[in-house]
């Protein structure tokens, strides 16, 4: 008998959710699947930084006859995911199902190039305003809208400490969101800031872990905001020796690194 | 400046009908503006914190260094 073993891995917040989704996918009752835990996860530092659980689903083929499915149609043939909702990775080694890109529509994007654009023009700020998705590095999380903003001595778009930056991000991710009925992940960069920015927080982040074991002391980094402390706690999330977190109040909240004992 | 109140008061509210955004020379090249909004719509433009005023108050900034101007926003309970 040749003991076909069907798995699905499912990557998702938390075990319970990562076996919810993956039985939704497989379209399959609880208990005709094995879940092995591969990974229960970690919160991480104030919902930073924390890894996501990931389970093995298996399914009983054995019990197949007992359940009395009808043979033609394996319950491998699930019904199509509810992307919306549950926008789980899916490391599907065979039954993966057609997994259709929830939000990469057009019109999003077009919604967001206008939102910028009226809301620079009214800034009196001349820019090219343009928009495309990006996949996450973070896996799990659905495409988000990144939108460039290129043009001339936009530093004043940037400000300090990219406070500018941010709040342009903000205010343009609520109004695109209340105008596409739901909430849509977007991103805005100045002449590739953001990019360059986090190239330089990532060394800076190695260089002050270096220094914290080479001097056995904790180094307390320059005041930022949320996404550029997260850039930090991600960078060190694997390294054996210090570890990261986040002291102050906003918006002096600055990341420390700690050598571990 | 005023334009840019506007356009993003509206795009948040619920109801538009009493946007309203009101100027006043303050002398010198200060600025200042009220922001009205309905009662209900009071959340969407203040938000947590603050998070959404202190945001248009931001970009009002860079609107108003393009005119050499200072600007200052105040958001005000409907009367």
Redesign the interface.
Known sequence: MSEEKTTLEVIAPTVDEAIANGLGQLGLPREMVDVEVLDAGSRGLFGLGGRQARVRLSIRWAEEGQSKSSPAAPPVESPAPKNEEAPAVTTAPVPAPARTEPAGDEETLRIAVQVVSDLLERMKVRARVTADYVQPEEGGDQPTVMVEIQGNDLSILIGRRSETLNALQYIANLIVGREAGRWVPLMIDVQGYRQRRERQLRQLARRMAEQALHTGRRQVLEPMPANERRVIHLELREHDAVSTESVGEEPNRKVTIVPKK | MK??IE??AL??VEDPSCVQVRQERSGGNKIRFELRVCKEDMGRVIGKNG??A???R??L???A???GKQAILDVVEPR
């Open positions: 334009e840019l356009y993003i795009s948040l998070r959404v202190n945001a248009m931001v970009l900034r860079v609107a260094a393009r005119e």
